[in-house]
């Protein structure tokens, strides 16, 4: 599976991205997806997580409310819908598959990462 994060860029407080990511490959609801970020001098964190189907979603405290993740199976797509955004988003962000869970940093496949930075 490859994964492309794409969406990205210079954005402004309160900006509402999407941000997506289509794994190039078959089978795609073999895998929960998932998406993470990396702050400059800071440690990779997770965002966001789906299941395989769509059923169930979890979210890191920080985007709760503001940031929705979704996938279009039909189309073998996994978006990342940003609102709200704050300076402290900004940050690469990665798109991860995992044929368990995808909340966590050991997943099964990464992708590049897409780069949103958030001007106060």
């Known amino acids: 599976v490859q994964l492309q994060a794409s969406g990205g860029g210079l954005v402004q407080a309160r900006g509402s991205p999407r941000l997506s990511c289509p794994p190039a490959?078959?089978?795609?609801?073999?895998?929960?997806m998932g998406w993470f970020r990396q702050a400059p001098g800071k440690e990779r964190e997770f965002v966001a997580a789906i299941s395989r189907i769509g059923g169930t979603t979890n979210y890191a405290d920080s985007v709760k409310g503001r940031f929705t993740i979704s996938r279009d199976n039909a189309k073998n797509t996994v978006y990342l819908q940003m609102n709200s955004l704050k300076p402290e988003d900004t940050a690469v962000y990665y798109c991860a598959a995992d044929r368990i869970v995808a909340t966590t940093l050991t997943n099964d496949y990464w992708g590049q990462g897409t780069q949103v930075t958030v001007s106060s």
């Open positions: 490959g078959r089978m795609f609801t073999n895998y929960a």
